[in-house]
């Protein structure tokens, strides 16, 4: 954080927080710059990738099914199939329009990430848990970008509760701290996240799924944006609200009135 005014007592000193000052508006600046760079990279990247995808496709296509070269050509369609993916989730970031915040009531974009995800969660071994509390106080917020974090932690879960017998996914609303803060929970009876990974799911690009299936993108542009809407995110360890639960993440944001 900067200095307190009160606190500048020399000239030094009060070059410095300029300095500081200086330094911290650049480096948003240069964020910015970069955020729009890379957006504009990979959308000059994304025609020879389709080409590369598009040949490999033809390419298998014609081969015999005992072709020697068959899989080194499922490779090259597997490889540009990542780096598709890894793309477009960038793409995702470096497009997040800036300044749209408006007072959101967070089920909504909730029920529409679950809309979203409607065909994936679909199945006699899934079973939904919703609680949406209707009478939530609204957060300020970028509606789709708060849908963009729920479908990724829904997703994830969706991932996690592969191969559990009985899955569940939970999606819960509720107002906390008087009405100041809401909350979030989403949990699923998952594969679960060993404590030692707890911290590193955030970092970009940790991942531990097979390379066509994740990024390692998913959480840490969820966390980007619940940061900049002045929220958390976290793991939390158990809560007696969540019955059977092995992965609980927990975003509490400011509300608004
Ligand atoms: N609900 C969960 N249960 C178990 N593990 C999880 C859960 N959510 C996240 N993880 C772990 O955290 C890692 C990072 O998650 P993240 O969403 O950032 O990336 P990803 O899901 O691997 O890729 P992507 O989101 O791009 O598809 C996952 O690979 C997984 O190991
Ligand atoms: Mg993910």
Same mark, same amino acid.
């Given at each position: 954080m900067g200095m307190n005014p009160?606190?500048?007592?020399t000239q030094e000193e009060l070059i410095k927080a300029f300095e500081e000052t200086k330094k911290q508006l650049l480096q948003s600046w240069k964020l910015a710059e970069l955020g729009m760079m890379a957006g504009s990279i990979i959308h000059e990247l994304n025609q020879p990738l389709f080409g590369i995808k598009s040949f490999a496709q033809l390419i298998l296509e014609d081969l015999?099914?005992?072709?020697?070269i068959r899989r080194q050509v499922e490779l090259i369609l597997k490889q540009s199939i990542v780096m598709e993916k890894i793309m477009g989730r960038i793409l995702e970031f470096s497009r997040?329009? =800036?300044?749209?915040f408006q007072p959101v009531n967070i089920n909504q974009p909730i029920e529409a990430a679950l809309e979203l995800m409607s065909p994936r969660l679909k199945g006699s071994n899934i079973s939904i848990e919703k609680s949406l509390d209707p009478a939530l106080p609204k957060v300020m917020g970028d509606s789709n970008q708060l849908q963009q974090v729920s479908v990724n932690l829904i997703d994830n879960a969706r991932d996690a509760i592969d191969?559990?017998?009985k899955g569940i996914i939970g999606v819960k609303t509720s107002s906390i701290n008087e009405g100041k803060n809401i909350e979030i929970l989403i949990y699923d009876n998952g594969c679960g996240i060993p404590p030692v990974d707890s911290k590193r799911?955030?970092?970009?690009?940790?991942?531990? =799924?097979?390379a066509e299936k994740g990024t390692g993108l998913g959480l840490f542009i969820s966390r980007e944006i619940i940061n900049g809407h002045s929220g958390r995110i976290e793991i939390i360890e158990?809560?007696?609200?969540?019955?059977?639960?092995?992965t609980v993440f927990r975003i509490v944001l400011p509300a608004c009135y």
């Open positions: 009160s606190e500048i007592k015999r099914e005992d072709s020697p997040r329009p =800036k300044g749209e191969g559990v017998k799911v955030f970092e970009p690009f940790y991942s531990t =799924k097979e158990e809560d007696a609200r969540v019955p059977e639960p092995r």
